[in-house]
């Protein structure tokens, strides 16, 4: 069965990174998009960006432009999200999740269990 | 990037009611657009997809519909088991986007 088991949770300070990996197993792990996306304490679902994992190939939501990288490792399964310069603002659950997107209906199928970032000085 | 606005941010409802809430698309022409159920420390669950399409396996109570830039999704008779976040998502255009939520909650 499908499942993506994320990394556990990190504390870090204010303009540090932070990597998050998520690896997935019981799908063809280049066949899917991995999206990411994160939930502020008492906030909603925020979208970050996607990575195709065949050919690599990213798209970011413009408020993480620059800041925000995705990389997979096809030997492994394993995708990654390094966000960079962090604030405050960026203390989340961060989740991955798997695009269903070989027919309808085209949605989140699959979420990871969330990994939490904390930002403290 | 489209900025998908959702209203209201919570409501409060009796069982038996029927409860709407709306999602209103930044640009037009958005066609692709599915509802989520969020509870907490659950994955979220499509409900309806392409905006009016029950997702199989959710009770016909839910419905969705809208086009364009106005989309609307509906509860006709709320059961304490709706209790949760709902969330609109785009994907009519990248980057993806998600609507900021209406929590339902029991009156």
């Known amino acids: 069965q499908v499942h993506l088991l994320q990394s556990g949770s990190e504390v870090k300070k204010p303009g540090a990174s932070v990597k998050v990996s998520c690896k997935a197993s019981?799908?063809?792990?280049?066949?899917?998009?991995m999206e990411w996306v994160r939930q502020a304490p008492g906030q909603g679902l925020e979208y970050m960006g996607r990575?195709?994992?065949?050919?690599?190939?990213?798209n970011f939501a413009q408020k993480f432009q620059g800041r925000l990288s995705l990389s997979t490792d096809e030997s492994t399964n394993t995708a990654y999200m390094r966000l960079n310069s962090l604030t405050s603002d960026d203390t989340a659950v961060y989740f991955c999740?798997?695009?269903?997107?070989?027919?309808?209906?085209?949605?989140?199928?699959?979420w990871g269990q969330g990994t939490l970032v904390t930002v403290s000085s | 990037d489209i900025q998908m606005t959702q209203s209201p941010s919570s409501l409060s409802a009796g069982i038996g009611d029927r409860v709407s809430f709306t999602c209103q698309a930044s640009?037009?022409?958005?066609?692709?657009v599915n509802w989520y159920q969020h509870k907490p420390g659950k994955a979220p669950k499509l409900m309806i997809y392409?905006?009016?399409n029950l997702e199989e396996g959710v009770p016909p109570r839910f419905s969705g519909s809208g086009s364009g830039t106005h989309f609307t999704f509906t509860i006709s008779g709320l059961q304490p088991e709706d209790l949760a976040t709902y969330y609109c998502?785009?994907?009519?255009?990248?980057?993806?986007?998600f609507g900021g939520g209406t929590k339902v909650e029991m009156k």
């Open positions: 999740a798997r695009w269903h997107h070989v027919s309808r209906p085209h949605y989140f199928d699959y």
């Open positions: 019981g799908y063809p792990f280049t066949g899917y998009y």
């Open positions: 990575i195709n994992p065949y050919s690599g190939d990213t």
């Open positions: 640009q037009d022409a958005v066609i692709h």
């Open positions: 392409d905006a009016s």
């Open positions: 998502q785009q994907y009519s255009r990248l980057p993806l986007s």
